[in-house]
């Protein structure tokens, strides 16, 4: 058994478990594919696929052999990069979900560049579900989230405080701070963040904890569209509260309370439990860690 036994399994599996496919990605033949699963069946003993039918289906054996094939091809890639760039210009591999991405990492980037003009950072903004994936495949150092990550595997940091704004238009009769009770709150229209983003996440959880259920009539994965959306009289959205100054000065939208509702949440350092971390993807993580010690917030002056 070898890493390329170990690749061509991971690419079958990224393939949704279709061998040609996989042999297309790797430029390899389909039939060298199978062979190469078929020694790996033989090696250990073990079934790693179903077939049934024409298809795959992967066996609990093969998910565990799977998880373990992941964490051993990215602490390779990681001895590959480490060791060809040893005495080369650095590069860190930095994700951030959108709300950190837009507020808060250009801020963090810019002063990692003063300490460090040598180091590259090579920046992934997405929601946090494909950070977390990418965390998983090794195509990221670190990530800053906006919620904690589900995988088991990853470790998990939370370095700030943050909270959502429940946000309406005043021309559909709503005042600055208005206190809503969950029936009223209930009743509106809801414009979403889309399911798997931080923000959505927090959104999800802190309506269930008060027992009740939303269903948007309106999803998006992007701040400014819902606020353009809240300030066209559509509904009401749940966004992060750092990104609606602008137009809360401007009286274009008012932020309200809902009774019993807490949409407090934290932002997370997280990275993968087997990754090494460089010395200056940790001096740029304690950069993070005391951002708000050492400057102002960020404030959002973007158009919407």
Known sequence: MTLRHMKIFSAVCDANFNTTKAAKNMNMTQPAVSLAIKELEQYYGIVLFDRIGRRLQITPAGEKFLQYALRILAQFDDLEREMRNWDSVGLLRAGASITIGSQFLPGY?????????????????????????????????????????????????????????????????????????LQQFQQQRFLLREPGSGTREVFDQAVSHAGITIKPIWEATSTTALVNAVMNGLGIAAVPYRMIQSVLERKQIVTLNVEGLDFTRSFFIVYHKDKYLTPSAKAFLDLCRNYEKNGPLPKYNGLF
Do not use: W
Not at 110 to 118: G, I, L, T, V
Not at 120 to 141: H, K
């Open 109 to 181: 980037v810019k002063a990692f560049y003063h300490a460090y003009p040598h180091t590259d950072v090579q920046v992934t903004v997405a929601p946090s579900e494909r950070l977390e994936q990418a965390l998983i495949n090794n195509c990221l150092d670190f990530a800053l989230m906006e919620g904690p990550p589900h995988d088991p595997a990853m470790y998990a940091e939370e370095y700030m405080k943050d909270h959502l704004s429940i946000i309406a238009s005043p021309d559909e009769g709503f005042i600055q701070d208005q206190q809503l009770t």
